[in-house]
C-alpha cells in the first residue's frame, strides 16, 4: 500500500465511450503524475501537475484530458479513444521538493483496453 | 535511442544468488533511482542515488553510479523468489522544475528460481 489509490482497475470502453480514471493520493504530497503503459515499451510520462497546476503535456493527444481538481486528487477524462490506447495507466505522486531528491509513490494503475 | 537503458533484458537465476541489472543514459541527471514492478501492478521506489554519490545501499540493494560513463548498477545480494518482478532505472534530468520529470528505461525482468 503506496497510500495511492486508482479507481476503477480494471476498464473496458469502446471507441466512442467517454470515461474517467481517479487517482487519489494521501501522501500530502504536492506534484501528481500520469503516466502510460504499453506492452514492451518503457513507461511514457504524460502529464504532470505541481500544486495543482499542470506542468507538462508531453504531446498526449487531446483524446486525453487531465484534471486536478486538488492537491489529492487527479483525474483523466478519455473520450473517442483508440485500440492502441489500451495499456496499463498509472498515477503517481511525489513530494515536489527542489532538492532533487523527488522519489515518486505510485498508484496500482487502472488496465484499459479499447474495443 | 532513449534515456534508461537496462541489460539484460531478461535474467533467471537460483535463489541465493546475486542479480545485478545495469542501465545506460545519455543527459545530466540530478538523480538516478531503481524502482519495482510485480506484474501488472504498481512501480515501487527502491533506492535513489543522487549524482554527486557513488554507491549506495539499502539491505539486500547496493546500486552504483558512474555519471562520467552515464551508467548505474543494481545489485540484490542473496536473492529470494520474491524478488521476481521487473526493475526498472528512472533518470531526474538536471535542472530545477516543478515535480520531478522522471525518464523510464524497459526494465529488466528478473526470475528467481527457488
Known amino acids: 500500500e503506496t497510500g495511492v489509490t486508482q479507481t476503477p482497475r480494471h476498464l473496458v470502453m469502446g471507441m466512442t465511450n467517454k470515461k474517467s480514471l481517479k487517482c487519489e493520493q494521501h501522501?500530502?504530497?504536492?506534484?501528481m503524475y500520469w503516466y502510460k503503459q504499453s506492452a514492451k515499451k518503457p513507461l511514457e510520462l504524460m502529464f504532470v501537475y505541481s500544486l495543482e497546476e499542470r506542468v507538462e503535456n508531453n504531446s498526449v493527444p487531446s483524446r486525453f484530458s487531465p484534471e486536478c481538481p486538488n492537491s489529492s486528487h487527479l483525474f483523466l477524462h478519455l473520450h473517442t479513444l483508440q485500440p492502441e490506447d489500451s495499456a496499463l495507466y498509472l498515477c503517481?505522486?511525489?513530494?515536489?521538493?527542489?532538492?532533487?531528491?523527488?522519489?515518486?509513490?505510485f498508484g496500482p494503475g487502472t488496465r484499459l483496453t479499447v474495443l | 535511442s532513449q534515456q534508461g537503458e537496462e541489460d539484460p533484458q531478461a535474467l533467471s537465476i537460483q535463489e541465493g544468488e546475486n542479480a545485478t541489472m545495469n542501465c545506460s543514459y545519455k543527459?545530466?541527471?540530478?538523480?538516478l533511482q531503481w524502482y519495482r514492478q510485480n506484474s501488472g501492478r504498481g512501480l515501487v521506489h527502491l533506492i535513489l542515488i543522487r549524482s554527486n554519490e557513488r554507491e549506495k545501499h539499502s539491505g539486500r540493494l547496493r546500486v552504483t553510479l558512474d555519471t562520467s560513463k552515464k551508467s548505474s548498477s543494481l545489485l540484490i545480494t542473496a536473492s529470494r523468489a520474491a524478488d521476481t518482478a521487473s526493475y526498472f532505472c528512472a533518470t531526474d534530468p538536471l535542472g530545477e522544475t516543478s515535480g520531478s520529470r522522471l525518464t523510464f528505461g524497459e526494465g529488466t525482468q528478473l526470475t528467481v528460481n527457488p
Open positions: 503517481a505522486s511525489s513530494q515536489d521538493g527542489k532538492a532533487g531528491t523527488d522519489t515518486q509513490y
Open positions: 543527459t545530466s541527471i540530478n538523480n
Open positions: 501522501l500530502g504530497h504536492n506534484a
